[in-house]
């Protein structure tokens, strides 16, 4: 997955790429970790830029992981300070993204393991949810709490995400969670996610579902 590179950004609907390479798409609350997780989930140190300040950018950016393999960093949600207009605009980017379009196989959530699933998240996770979309949620930061408290944070996440999503302790700076990462975003591009979800399998590294 060295091959990683930079392909486009998009304001608008307008710019996304016009053709059926399939693509994975993160999203997450501003500073979730969602840069982070993207970087190292595709092992591409500098693809996705960790922001200082968050909210800036209401672009989606679209990175070639592999021949044929998209990642898609969609802009992160829940930034206190951005005016209604700014939040107007997110919100039709995100809708034209995730509700429209046919290239998508599965939605990536960094949720920061600290706080777990938020309001904001929780509208995130039933939309995902009502477009059937397979989901994984990324448990961020994992490296700043116990591992007794990761796994109860893990336990209650499960609890209130959709049927047959995965749920990942994960660690962007000691990379607990990215093979598990990897293995879920790999099913979803091979086009194996709809057998997974149904069979709710727990696969060897702890990611329920797919
Ligand atoms: P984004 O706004 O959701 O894209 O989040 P970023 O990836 O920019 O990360 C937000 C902040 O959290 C940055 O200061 C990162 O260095 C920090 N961060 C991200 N992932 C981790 C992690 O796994 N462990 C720790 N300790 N910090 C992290």
Redesign the pocket.
């Known amino acids: 997955m060295t091959a990683a590179k930079f392909l486009t950004s998009a304001s608008a609907p307008g710019g996304f790429p016009r053709d059926d390479v399939p693509e994975v798409a993160f999203v ?10 993207i970087n190292a989930v595709t092992g591409a140190k500098k693809l ?1 830029r ?3 300040t ?1 909210g800036r950018t209401q672009l989606v950016n679209f990175f070639e992981i592999a021949p044929g393999r998209r990642v898609v960093d969609l802009p ?1 949600y829940g930034f206190a300070k951005v005016s209604p207009s700014v939040r107007e605009s997110w919100r039709g980017l995100i809708e034209a993204y995730l509700g429209r379009r046919p290239n998508l196989r599965g939605l990536v959530v ?1 949720l920061d393991i600290r706080r777990g699933v938020t309001a904001l998240d929780r509208t995130m996770l039933d939309w995902a949810e009502s477009l059937g979309l397979p989901l994984l949620l990324l448990l ?5 709490v116990s591992r007794n408290e990761a796994a109860k944070q893990r336990g209650a996440v499960l609890r209130e995400a959709p049927p047959g999503t995965s749920v990942a302790v ?4 000691t990379g607990q969670g990215v093979d598990e990462a990897r293995a879920v975003l790999e099913r979803w591009f091979s086009g194996e996610a709809k057998d997974a979800a149904s069979g709710q399998k727990e696969a060897p590294g702890g990611v329920h579902g797919a």
């Open positions: 997450g609350r501003s500073n979730s970790g969602k840069s982070s997780a996705a960790v922001s200082k968050p992160g960094t961020t930061k994992a490296d700043k994960f660690s962007a700076l």
